[in-house]
């Protein structure tokens, strides 16, 4: 596994506990436990040693002892919360067991004599605390454990913070794409004076059911030090306090599409949902029934209550339409909400017109024309995938990977975002100027091998939506959206995933 140098006096590495699985005396059910786990827990195991990267090159081996493994209580907690067993969660690669979910709250602080340091200190921390949705992670590790460290040793891997969970942020999911060995490393966050450590690696690989999620699940450096006070006391090892709050490099431009979205609930179903308007929202047609009850909550706030609002469906396209979309409108206004930026164009080299406020008349407030969204471009797309209704919207991030046109004008949008069930119909957002770009519908499924890709999706570009929507706000008339069922071939078979003609599409 993976390791972080957490201090040069006395030298601690700290790493995921898993590792020394077989050698536990009790078995698995020691990871029941709901205390730190002493060397003596263990049977004789081989000698431990540590493997880092040399100043003049190659790497050097130092001997290591164990101090103790230690649970992370507040992540334990949040995990339960989080994973409910009803929903199959398992982590690690596809064609193993997978880890012991018990094993993951669980951590091991080891000494390191060869490692000291007498001006050393502790490594540069920051509280998971002070984390948003959407803010920039580095993750580092060295996939495949001793394989090759020559090659893998500290290979780092961008993304964001998708979601949180527990106190004070006890539990970091990222889309910060990482591979087996990596458990035990570290995520850091940027800040002005040099990147910190916020978390540990505890996950590489998630799985909800038979899909991949594509996430990375951490666990809060913070709390694992608070786990960690007696067993590093008894060590006589003092802990710097962690601080509280460090001003991190924004993540995008400050528009803030958590606030856009919202889940919908209908019947034993759910997805997701994004507001253009206080009492208006988009979603897609497979997430709601026309005559069933809507129930929708808005994403709130830290530390806000969720308020749940009723709505109702007033145009749902047929199911031979190839947009998959439905209007809803709200029985009471979101309160407080600011309306999004609108992407007016996806032609290339192209500047926005000033269509974004949706015409004369309307009660959008206007914005400055975007540059046009071009291919390669970074996007975020915010929905209830993955942890769903536990822990609010996740966030995940990537590039337009595509802009797929018919007749010149675009009719879908790909991206490279990690999208689960539960993401349809939320927004994707442009992460350069925070404009809402389109909605997503779905992820993709290989029929012939049925596996499902979270990183290659299709969104309904927005250009496509917005004329009709401000249409139906000026006339109140549903009828405004009916030309979404009455769509040329062209639009079909690129919607199909259907080269016409040919064989039946895979996907």
């Known amino acids: ?15 995921h506990a898993s590792v020394f699985a077989p050698f536990l005396r009790a078995g698995p059910a020691a990871w029941a436990r709901p205390a730190a786990l002493p060397p003596a827990a263990l049977r004789p195991c081989p000698r431990l040693r540590v493997v880092l990267g040399s100043e003049t090159g190659g790497l050097r081996e130092l001997d290591a002892r164990l101090l103790a493994l230690v649970p992370c209580a507040a992540f334990r907690r949040a995990l339960e919360r989080g ?47 002070c984390l948003r949705k959407g803010q920039a992670l580095l993750a580092c590790g060295s996939p495949f454990g001793d394989l090759c ?53 505890a996950a590489s690989f998630c799985w909800k059911g038979a899909e991949w999620v594509g996430l990375t699940l951490l666990c809060s450096l913070a709390a694992i030090l608070r786990s960690s006070a007696a067993v590093l006391g008894e060590a006589g090892v003092v802990v710097p306090p962690v601080p509280a709050w460090v001003a991190a490099v924004p993540a995008s431009s400050g528009q803030d599409p958590v606030g856009w979205t919202a889940l919908v609930g209908c019947g034993a179903t759910w997805g997701s949902g994004v507001l253009l308007a206080p009492r208006l929202l988009l979603t897609c047609r497979h997430v ?43 029985e009471e206004s979101v309160p407080g909400f600011v309306p999004p930026c609108l992407a007016d164009t996806f032609l290339p080299g192209k500047q926005g017109g000033d269509t974004g406020c949706w015409g004369r008349g309307c009660d959008i407030p ?57 993401s349809s119909g939320g927004p994707l957002v442009s992460s350069r100027s925070g404009c809402l770009m389109g909605i ?17 999706n299709f969104c309904i570009p927005i250009t496509v939506l917005q ?27 690129t919607w199909q995933l259907q080269q016409r003609p040919g064989p039946p599409s895979k996907l």
């Open 288 to 330: 709601v029934e026309a005559r069933t009850p809507l129930h929708v909550t808005p994403a709130s706030g830290p530390g806000q209550d969720a308020a749940v609002l009723r709505g109702h469906v007033v145009f749902a396209t047929e199911e031979s339409s190839p947009f998959d979309v439905a209007v809803v409108e709200l």
């Open 83 to 129: 994973f409910g067993l009803a929903e199959r969660w398992r982590f690690g690669a596809e064609e193993e067991a997978g880890t012991d979910p018990r094993a993951l709250p669980w951590f091991a602080w080891l000494r390191v004599p060869g490692l000291d340091a007498p001006e050393g200190g502790w490594a540069a921390r920051a509280s998971a605390g």
């Open 149 to 201: 460290p020559e090659l893998f040793l500290n290979t780092l891997s961008r993304g964001v913070v998708s979601n949180l969970a527990g106190e004070e942020n006890a539990l970091v999911l990222t889309d910060a794409r990482c591979l087996p060995g990596t458990e035990g490393g570290a995520a850091f966050v940027p800040s002005p004076d040099g990147p910190r450590v916020v978390a540990l690696i």
């Open 440 to 456: 997503v519908v779905s992820n993709t499924r290989d029929t012939g091998v049925g596996a499902t890709y979270p990183h290659l």
């Open 467 to 493: 004329p009709l929507v401000a249409r139906y706000r000026r006339t109140g008339d549903p009828d405004a959206f009916a030309g979404l069922n009455r769509v040329g071939e062209g639009v079909r078979a």
């Open 366 to 422: 206007s914005h400055p024309p975007p540059a046009s969204p071009i291919p390669g471009e970074e996007v975020s797309v915010v929905g209830f995938g993955a942890l769903g209704r536990a822990c609010g919207p996740s966030v995940t991030a990537g590039v337009l990977s595509a802009v797929v046109a018919v007749a010149g004008r675009p009719v879908m949008l790909q991206t490279t975002c990690a999208v689960h069930g539960g």
């Open 1 to 15: 596994c993976s390791g972080l140098v957490l201090s040069r006096r006395p030298a601690l590495v700290l790493c």
